[in-house]
Nanobody
Framework: QVQLVESGGGSVQAGGSLRLSCAAS????????MGWFRQAPGKEREFVTA????????YYSDSAKGRFTISRDNAKNTVYLQMNGLRPEDTAVYLC?????????????????WGQGTQVTVSS
């Protein structure tokens, strides 16, 4: 069992930056792939980025490429999402997810554990 707690959300103006963190409890964090998804009011949950167990494979949505960076620190059981150049359309609840068995995925249904999310609001 893995519990995930996100932090670092907030309100910023367009063009600003935020760094989200997701702290995992439980054993074997280093064997999990991790992902970030987001969900805006009235919209479907959307893939943002993912990282495999070792950090060697990274996946980004088209919207996130060039602006967002995912990373992980297995010694700290934490995954990060650095978001630069934020836009109003990035406004959403950002959720961290963990997937067993090493390899990352774009699909939300592949993930086994989810955090509660952290709100990111970008104003124009």
């Amino acid at each position: 069992q893995v519990q995930l707690v996100e932090s670092g959300g907030g309100s910023v103006q367009a063009g600003g930056s935020l760094r989200l963190s997701c702290a995992a409890s439980g054993r074997s964090f280093s064997t999990y792939a991790m992902g970030w998804f987001r969900q805006a009011p009235g919209k479907e949950r959307e893939f943002v980025t993912a990282i495999n167990w070792s950090g060697s494979d990274l996946y980004y949505s088209d919207s996130a490429k060039g602006r967002f960076t995912i990373s992980r620190d297995n010694a700290k059981n934490t995954v990060y999402l650095q978001m630069n150049g934020l836009r109003p359309e990035d406004t959403a609840v950002y959720l961290c997810a963990a997937k067993e068995y090493y390899s990352a995925s774009y699909a939300a249904f592949d993930y086994d554990y989810w955090g509660q999310g952290t709100q990111v609001t970008v104003s124009s």
